[in-house]
């Protein structure tokens, strides 16, 4: 624990305040992207605050003018009544001022939600195309529910801010500045006392406002990991319970729920203290202004109406404050989570296709390995000087124990990882030439660990090919092995299967797969223990259906029985990322080497 805390730290301290004014750049240069819905908001506000501003001082000659007029009839013995003349049509215009400030309020917030909504948006669609274009070593290092909770959780954060703090944020500078100024001109000594508790609550903002930047990094930092762990333990259920681990996963997530119960306490007791005690300190000013204001009346120095003017005055500008500083902790928590989203931009992206690509619409599958090297980190290389040739239509086996590179390999193949020397060729031309997605749409790929997305049955099989008619899908299907299966189906290719496919079995996956495959039809294949969620019976109809759909292609088959792949063209023996055998299986055999020993331990 003491470790992930002193890890949270060490973020945090890189995270918070050396990088708050080019966060505040970054976001203001987003905001400019919404000139014209900005400018509409400002027009609102300035509206709005002027009217704020304005209509006390005409209250105040209303006030007065009521005052006299009630004072005049009491000394007369008349009855008082309000005419058009006699205090009504200023009454009306107060009344028309008051709702033309509650227009702009209401038009400034509707206008400025929807400049927060679109700018949550762009950074959205920005983040999403971003993941799109990182490399996988970047999933690699991050948790995916620590990825999805800066893609939620900490832009809503900003959305919110931007929604109701920011714009009474700009309405409470603007209030203060004018109320203030008119304070002075009404009373310099009263305006003086006001000023010095002012002072007194912005010292006590800008201490509380460091603290809480600190609190709000920490609680988002320890969200990101609860959901981290949340989203790991639910993928992993069935695991968990097969390990009777239920208590020990039970206790790591109520252990990183109170590190955030924890963290949010903190984080919402700075957030949320300020406003109280603002509100007492303001209250204790105007204790004090109220019995000055007294003896000015008492001594004919002020007006009733310019009392009950300069308190007006004092609420529009003590209430802003509260809610400025309230807003500015506030704009701490968002600047923190702006930050960590920021960080996802900012990372490097994968290695740019090239400008000028060269086109390869459907591959013969020739592929070359040419003197290879790669590393996860590029100072520790796993595999270093790999050649082999896969002519076309070859099918190619890759063996050796856990952990030998197997998969390292066809990732290489699939530029899905970089390689840090040499050259991977396709029919001659380097993989680097090509766009990925030209490379890409020459391979099928068939994995051990299956992906069903949430959709029907028949739009999981054309995932490859999303027009596929509908009696290509069921000939693949059909081709699969599993035909007969989904017309047991409620709803036959039109039943709709969960994300997980949790109304499948791993098997019936794992031929979904592959029937995936033979309807995108590639001139390459890359298998990965395609068939090890099978039964037996089943394993041999789709080893006959695949040995069809392998004739003619270039075949990549990764195998741990090796009794599959006895009929490869090439065998390729990989061990500590080194291929260190190559040749058919006879040839293996003669040499006695590491392949030989592998084979006749497993048919001993």
């Known amino acids: 624990m003491m470790r992930r805390q002193d890890k949270r730290k060490e973020k945090m301290n890189l995270d918070a305040p050396q990088n708050l004014k080019s966060t505040v750049r970054r976001l203001l240069a987003l905001l400019v992207e919404q000139k014209v819905r900005l400018t509409l908001v400002m027009i609102c506000v300035f509206f709005y605050t002027l009217f704020n501003i304005w209509t006390p001082i005409y209250s105040a000659k209303v006030v007065d003018l009521l005052w006299n007029s009630i004072k005049y009839a009491r000394e007369n013995s008349l009855a008082f009544a309000i005419t058009w003349e006699n205090c009504g049509r200023e009454l009306t215009y107060l009344s028309i001022q008051w709702v033309l400030t509650g227009v702009f309020y209401y038009l400034q917030s509707l206008l400025m939600a929807s400049v927060a909504e679109k700018l949550t948006l762009s950074m959205r669609i920005r983040v999403s195309r971003k993941l799109n274009v990182l490399p996988l070593s970047f999933f690699d290092r991050n948790k995916s529910g620590e990825i999805l909770s800066r893609v939620t959780n900490d832009l809503d954060k900003v959305s919110e801010t931007l929604q109701t703090g920011l714009l009474k944020f700009i309405s409470a500078v603007g209030t203060i500045i004018g109320s203030v100024i008119i304070m002075f001109y009404y009373s310099v000594s009263l305006s003086l006392i ?93 204790v004090i202004i109220a019995i000055i204001a007294g003896k000015f ?87 270093k000087n790999i050649y082999f040739n896969a002519k076309a239509g070859q099918k190619i086996a890759i063996v050796g124990s856990t952990g030998a590179g197997k998969t390292t390999l066809v990732n290489l193949l699939m530029r899905f990882y970089e ?65 007969h299966f989904i017309r047991t189906l409620p709803k036959g290719y039109d039943t709709v299967l969960n994300s997980e496919g949790g109304n499948l079995s791993a098997g019936q996956r794992q031929l979904l797969t592959i029937a995936r495959v033979f309807l995108c039809d590639p001139p390459v294949l890359i298998l990965d223990e395609a068939t090890s969620n099978v039964d037996t019976r089943t394993e041999k109809e789709i080893s006959k259906a695949m040995n069809r759909l392998m004739k003619g292609r270039t075949s990549f088959v990764i195998a741990h029985r090796l009794s599959t792949i006895r009929d490869a063209d090439v065998i390729l023996f990989m061990q500590n990322g080194t291929i260190i055998e190559q040749g058919n299986h006879e040839q293996l055999l003669e040499e006695k080497g590491a392949y030989a020993a592998l084979y006749n331990s497993q048919f001993a």
């Open 419 to 483: 390689i840090n020397g040499g050259a991977i060729k396709i029919d001659g031309i380097k993989t680097t030439d090509l766009t990925r997605s030209d490379l890409r749409k020459n391979f099928g790929m068939v994995l051990q660990d299956t992906w069903i997305f949430s959709g029907t049955v028949a739009e999981n099989i054309a995932y490859g090919r999303s027009d596929a008619p509908r009696p290509e899908i069921v000939r693949a299907a059909k081709a699969a092995k599993i035909d």
């Open 194 to 286: 006001f000023v010095v508790f002012t002072l007194l609550s912005i010292w006590l903002t800008k201490l509380v406002a460091r603290k809480n930047l600190e609190c709000a990094s920490e609680r988002q930092e320890t969200l990101g990991e609860l959901t981290g762990i949340v989203e790991e333990y639910y993928t992993g259920r069935d695991v968990i319970k097969a390990y009777n681990h239920e208590q020990d996963s039970i206790e790591r997530v109520e252990e990183a729920t109170e590190e955030n119960r924890k963290a949010s306490t903190k984080a919402d007791f700075y957030t949320n203290c300020m406003n109280p005690l603002i509100r007492l300190i303001t209250r204790l000013g105007q």
């Open 297 to 383: 009346m008492l001594d004919g120095t002020m007006t009733i109406g310019v009392v009950q003017v300069f308190f007006q005055y004092i609420n529009q500008s003590a209430e802003p404050l509260t809610q400025a500083s309230f807003m500015i902790n506030n704009f701490q928590s968002a600047l923190a989570s702006a930050e960590r989203t920021f960080e996802i931009l900012d990372h490097e992206r994968e290695v740019p296709d090239t400008d000028h690509p060269r086109t390869l619409d459907r591959a013969k599958g020739d592929i070359t390995f040419e003197n290879v090297s790669f590393g996860y980190n590029p100072g520790k290389l796993l595999m």
